[in-house]
């Protein structure tokens, strides 16, 4: 497996700001991912992150609103661009190991006012 | 075809009894099955995971069933406990592109 961490826990943001979030890994891994949970549903792919690649984006999500950057292969960061309301989620990062197993961080909680 | 369908949406079951939950799939090129347990405020945790090659695999009081051909899926605990209490995604992927299709998630409540 592997330890996953996530900073910041949890964040109250204001309309139209922006927040970053980081995601560190204790082991080198090729494959990343960022995920979004709204309150009391599923997970939804956000994009696929490869170090030394632009990252890839689900139908929905867009570069502009969700900027992801790889620059080695134990750290991603997920930025929320403008935010609003509808961005109050959780955001979780995940790393794939031995090829298919993937484990989770612990989330970000954002709230939007 | 990507969907995973998952049920029930939520779950009572006494201390000591069986919890069942199904999932379902219609993509075939998915080969692998993982399951996954979230407690409120923490990330999902892998709980235990199947490929298509076998039918069944146990770990501990968690099985996960497997049939190919209906395209079904189901996890199942045995002595529930109050710990156990939580939510579950069934997941799907294909070893090729690696990214997880979750279901709709099941809320367990075991009572003690």
């Known amino acids: 497996s592997a330890v996953i961490s996530q900073k910041p826990s949890r964040d109250i943001c204001q309309r139209g700001t922006s927040l970053t979030i980081q995601c560190q890994v204790d082991?080198?891994?090729?494959?990343m991912f960022w995920y979004r949970q709204q309150p009391g549903q599923s997970l939804t792919l956000i994009a696929t992150?490869?170090?030394?690649?632009?990252?890839?984006?689900e139908s929905g999500f867009v570069i502009d609103k969700f900027p992801i950057s790889r620059p080695n292969l134990t750290f991603s960061t997920l930025t929320v661009s403008n935010m609003s309301p509808e961005d109050s989620s959780i955001y979780l990062c995940?790393?794939?190991?031995?090829?298919?197993?993937?484990?989770f961080g612990p989330g970000t909680r954002l709230t939007v006012t | 075809q990507q969907q995973v369908k998952q049920s029930p949406q939520s779950l009572i079951v006494q201390k000591g009894g069986i919890s069942i939950i199904n999932c379902a799939y219609e993509?075939?090129?998915?080969?692998?099955f993982p399951w996954y347990q979230q407690f409120p405020g923490k990330g999902p945790a892998l709980l235990i995971a199947?490929?298509?090659?076998?039918s069944e695999k146990k770990e501990g009081r968690f099985t996960i069933s497997f049939n190919k051909s209906a395209k079904q899926f189901s996890l199942h605990i045995m002595d529930s406990q109050p710990g156990d209490s939580a939510t579950y995604f069934c997941?799907?992927?294909?070893?090729?592109?690696?990214?997880?299709?979750f279901g709709q998630g099941t809320i367990l409540t075991v009572h003690p």
């Open positions: 199947i490929r298509p090659d076998v």
């Open positions: 082991s080198q891994v090729t494959m």
């Open positions: 993509n075939t090129a998915f080969d692998y």
């Open positions: 997941a799907a992927s294909s070893t090729s592109y690696g990214k997880l299709t």
């Open positions: 992150a490869n170090q030394g690649s632009e990252a890839t984006y």
């Open positions: 995940s790393v794939e190991i031995q090829g298919v197993e993937q484990y």
